[in-house]
């Protein structure tokens, strides 16, 4: 046998028999030969020695590589079998059963290429036929969920265990001390201004009807208050019918904030505020551009928005490709000219590599939005919605949604901006564009536009919305750096999809509302709405011989706090004068 070498050959021999599965990891060695680094073989069980021959020898490869997971991860390495149909079946073209499938699926993270040799040069062979009498051992997997369930469920106290623990505590033993002689000047002062409160019955401490937990107890009783995973005030109410402890409020936020399933459950607290795209210095200078589709007819949309004028130039695309792309924009240019930037989305047809040496030969600066927040590229958005809207009015009256498309395109070019006040067309050509409604002469003479009264009126709209839009969603400056853990957003797939990643991330910069995460060596660039601060989970410490028990039952009367502050009521200002 030979060390394993990370830089040499490697390949995975394997083969599957009626009772077993063998596989030997093997490399190229120096002088050109190929030596064994791992033999292993395991036994089948009952229900894989009904599968077929075929099942049998894909599950041989998928047992193999997650038995040499260590050795072939991040590897690229040859799977050796005499089994040839598994040349196709592994193949990026095919079409295997549906459990084959899940197996594929399973080798996802490998990169190996499938090579058949005849049965007599498997070396694996008797490896699969070493395993008939050895019985099925249980893997690492299921031991994991074993210890899982036995130790993570909170054990319940019972009140025996309750005066153990108390009378184990010093504090508590000086306590019922000062209760029995009520000499209360060696207790602690947390316990001096509620010493008309506080009894005993037995060794147990209470306050009114609600035990006084001790110390060794009381990270137990936290996590069973918070079985279910509510929030921190249902927690806490859930807590004060029964227990009470010094600082118990605070130990119960701590411990909500840091529980880990409930990061990855809760919604985000915080809006980001809303940035606005200042106004460029010309017309045609700054590009929003998007695809708008498909429709039932199974064509797309291309619409271009200018920036400064609102400009909405529109094609009809039978096939969104980047190379048709890029004939549209090339006619659209010959008319108005090469923009400076173009902001795009991050579409497939906007990160090939013949957009991308489109936009370099013409001296046009491409930027991408933030992903999946299409929020950044509003300017387009918000005419995809307009388009829309006037399609679905002409289907609804029975007309070619193609040629109303023009009709309503002229109509916009010409109708006054809200933002602007001002129409595209004016912005754009110094002019107004004639169209069907009747006008004198004389509106064509009008003097050219006033590029401050412009950008007043787009600064102020544009200022009026952001301060709106930030109090009615309570926007807040995001506090995530570079540094700081996070939890990333992910998309719902089913009912059990929670709404944030399990695993957190780690945020390597910040650029405005952008921010760029790492995990596990791969990075992404979100918006920080789709990220929130991860408060580590404290570590939960389990107590040895810990003896589960009937849970405390505690009377339905016992007294309730109103944890909830009472407002005060009073009539409004122009309402005083009035007698009730």
């Keep these: 046998m030979a060390y394993f070498k990370q830089d040499a050959e490697t390949h995975v021999v394997v083969d599957a028999s ?14 050109g030969t190929h030596k064994p680094v791992y033999y292993a073989s395991r036994a089948l069980s009952d229900v894989e020695r009904r599968y077929s021959q075929t099942e049998r020898e894909a599950l041989a490869i998928v047992w193999a590589c997650e038995k040499f997971h260590v050795f072939l991860y991040g590897k690229d390495f040859v799977l050796i079998t005499d089994h040839k149909p598994l040349e196709t079946i592994y193949s990026p073209k095919s079409k295997p059963p549906a459990r084959i499938e899940r197996w594929a699926l399973r080798l996802q993270p490998y990169c190996f ?15 699969s036929r070493l395993t008939v009498n050895q019985p099925v051992k249980k893997g690492t997997m299921e031991d994991h969920v074993y210890w899982v369930t036995q130790h993570a469920v909170p054990h319940a106290f019972t009140p025996q265990q309750m005066e153990e623990l108390s009378a184990a505590d010093p504090t508590l033993v000086a306590l019922q001390s000062c209760i029995k002689t009520g000499d209360w000047s060696k207790c602690e002062p947390v316990y001096r201004t509620v010493k008309s409160e506080l009894s005993t019955v037995g060794k147990i401490v209470l306050r009114g009807s609600r035990i006084v937990i001790p110390q060794a107890a009381r990270r137990q009783t936290l996590m069973l208050a918070h079985e279910g995973h509510q929030g921190i005030v249902k927690t806490k109410q859930r807590l004060r019918t029964k227990v009470w402890w010094p600082g118990i409020d605070r130990e119960a936020e701590e411990l909500v904030r840091s529980c880990h399933a409930c990061q990855i459950n809760s919604p985000t607290s915080q809006e980001v505020p809303t940035t606005r795209t200042e106004l460029p210095a010309k017309p045609w200078q700054m590009l929003a551009m998007d695809l708008c589709g498909p429709f039932p007819s199974g064509h797309h949309l291309l619409v271009l928005t200018d920036y400064y004028s609102r400009w909405v130039s529109v094609d009809i695309l039978q096939n969104p490709t980047s190379v048709n792309i890029i004939s549209r924009l090339k006619h659209s240019f010959a008319t108005h000219g090469l923009p400076e930037c173009i902001v795009t989305d991050n579409g497939t047809p906007f990160l090939s590599k013949e957009f991308k040496t ?45 040629t109303e498309l023009d009709c309503f395109l002229l109509a916009y070019r010409s109708t006054p901006h809200c933002v602007t006040g001002r129409s595209p067309a004016e912005l754009l ?19 050219s536009r006033q590029d401050a009264a412009v950008r007043t009126a787009d600064a102020v709209r544009k200022e009026k919305g952001r301060v709106h839009a930030n109090r009615v969603r309570r926007a807040k400056e995001s506090t995530v750096k570079q540094g700081d853990k996070v939890l990333l957003r992910q998309q ?25 995460i790492e ?24 107590e040895p011989n810990r003896v589960t028990g009937p849970a405390e039952i505690v009377p339905d009367d016992a007294p309730q706090q109103d944890s909830r502050p009472q407002r005060t009521r009073r009539l409004p200002a122009h309402l005083t004068h009035f007698v009730t």
């Design 18 to 31: 009626p009772v077993g599965l063998g596989a030997i990891l093997s490399q190229k060695q120096g002088d």
């Design 113 to 127: 290429k499938v090579v058949y040799k005849p049965g007599p040069q498997n070396a694996a062979d008797s490896l």
């Design 358 to 402: 489109y936009l370099q030969e013409h001296g046009i600066m491409h930027r991408r939005v933030t992903p999946y927040w299409p929020q950044a590229n509003g300017e387009v958005e918000r005419q995809n919605r307009t388009l829309c809207k006037a399609i679905r009015a002409a289907h609804a009256e029975g007309k070619d949604w193609r």
């Design 429 to 447: 050509f110094n002019r107004q564009i004639r169209t069907k409604l009747p006008e004198l002469s004389e509106s064509q003479l009008q003097p």
């Design 492 to 516: 719902k797939r089913n009912k059990l999809s929670t709404p944030y990643e399990r695993d957190p991330y780690t945020v390597i910069n910040r650029k405005g509302q952008s921010v760029i």
């Design 519 to 542: 995990k596990n060596g791969k990075k992404m660039m979100r918006h920080v709405s789709f990220v929130k601060l991860w408060v580590e989970p404290e570590q939960e410490t389990m």
